[in-house]
């Protein structure tokens, strides 16, 4: 008997082929789409963003804003360009939305200086460990930059120069930038972590507290660090407190007239603030100060430049501009010293946002040397004295030889105001 080999069809062979082709493909296909998913799901829950609350609100003069002029505030768009024009001052503010509007960071930037805002976000869902996030572009001039303590995240804030020099702040703290077409500083006031890298750099140098990392054309490649200047006002930020005062500042109300105003030491946008403030209808003028002392006074006959650095927020006044004889504004900074000729002096300027149009009111008051400076309401205004030793020629009578105290206060009827900073820097 012979045995019969039946012959598969080759088409039904090649049919077989191809299914099992396409099961593995399929199958391959489908794996893809369960890792992408898996990918895509990780990246949307622990690692997607959503933009901060990016805007910038004009505290004098008027700026621009991606060559369109602003004059109160406006929200900020990634590319925008933000110019400041001689004598304005903004601030730009970060806030996360998904915690009640927390302020993050801010950056005032000084009379003519510019920078490109391209990105702030925040991780989209609470649960990341994601951090937030903040890069500006090409700054030129000078630059303040606030970030506050206790973020419930990490912060990362990238800052480049022109020249393409990267400035990396990954903590809280006060930091202070300085541009010029030659030279580039950059100073930590009071923060635990910012570094400074050259263009074209592998690494960057950290800054210490109280220190300044300076770049010069020159040596473009090298981070030189050298001592800032000295502050000669203890607890100038107001952070140390006890029993709701801040220490080292004694703080007083005038008992002349009541309603009598108030003084406290709080906390307002993650700021350490002293908050002067009198209401309750009051028409009659009434003082709030905080005043240091230095005993028989400081000798500054040996600095060659003095500064005064005041920041602060003036939430109302009732009174217009700063009163009838120009004394009166709802913040003032007082300077008692010893002069050349053995007198006591005293040097007085004011701040204030209310001028009415109908009103004649004097913009100094009998002896102050300065017109006082007029801002915006309710929003942060720093202002630097530039050296204050300049306002004396050398050989004057007049000309300061030691402080005796520095004095910040309140005065008018009615007045509400924040207070950031009151330091006095000398080099």
């Not at 998913?37 to 622990?46: K, M, V």
């Not at 607890?235 to 008992?255: I, K, M, R």
């Amino acid at each position: 008997m012979s045995e019969s080999v039946i012959a598969i069809p080759r088409s039904s062979t090649h049919a077989q082929r191809i299914a099992w082709v396409v099961l593995i493909m399929a199958f391959a296909i489908f794996c893809a789409l369960c890792i992408g998913l898996w990918i895509g799901a990780q990246f949307f829950f622990f690692e997607s963003s959503v933009p901060l609350l990016s805007r910038v609100i004009v505290a004098r003069g008027a700026i621009s804003v991606a060559t369109g002029a602003v004059s109160a505030g406006k929200e900020l768009t990634s590319g925008d360009q933000v110019e400041m024009v001689s004598g304005s001052q903004a601030s730009l503010f970060f806030r996360d939305s998904q915690d009640g509007n927390r302020l993050v960071a801010s950056i005032t930037l000084n009379n003519d200086t510019s920078v490109q805002f391209w990105t702030a976000t925040v991780p989209r869902f609470g649960w990341s460990n994601g951090g937030y996030y903040v890069e500006l572009r090409g700054l030129r001039g000078d630059a303040d930059i606030f970030v506050p303590q206790n973020l419930p995240r990490a912060i990362r804030m990238i800052v480049t120069s022109r020249q393409g020099d990267l400035v990396e702040i990954s903590s809280s703290g006060l930091y202070a930038l300085r541009l010029t077409d030659s030279r580039l500083e950059v100073v930590n006031r009071g923060g635990n972590q910012i570094t400074l890298t050259p263009f074209n750099a592998i690494e960057g140098r950290s800054i210490p507290i109280d220190d300044r990392a300076v770049i010069d054309s020159s040596r473009p490649d090298l981070v030189a660090l050298e001592s800032a200047s000295t502050n000669m006002l203890r607890n100038s930020t107001f952070e140390s407190v006890f029993q709701g005062l801040a220490t080292d500042w004694a703080c007083t109300n005038s008992t002349d007239n009541l309603p009598r105003g108030s003084y406290a030491a709080e906390i307002q946008d993650g700021r350490s603030v002293m908050h002067l403030a009198r209401a309750e209808d009051a028409t009659t003028n009434g003082q709030t100060a905080c005043s240091q002392f230095f005993g028989n006074g400081v000798d500054i006959t040996s600095f060659t430049n003095l500064s005064f650095r005041v920041a602060f927020n003036l939430q109302y006044q009732s009174l217009n501009a700063c009163g009838t004889e120009g004394s009166e504004c709802p913040l003032m900074l007082r300077v008692d010293y010893l002069d050349a000729g053995g007198e006591m002096q005293q040097w007085y300027l004011g701040f204030y946002f209310r001028l009415e149009p109908n009103r004649n009111d004097p913009l100094r008051c009998l002896g102050c040397p300065l017109e006082h400076v007029r801002v915006n309401e309710k929003t942060w205004y720093t202002y630097d004295s530039g050296n204050w030793l300049a306002l004396f020629p050398e050989r004057l009578p007049q000309r300061p030889v030691a402080i005796q105290s520095v004095t910040f206060y309140a005065s008018g009827h009615q007045y509400d105001v924040y207070v950031g900073e009151v330091s006095l820097l000398a080099s």
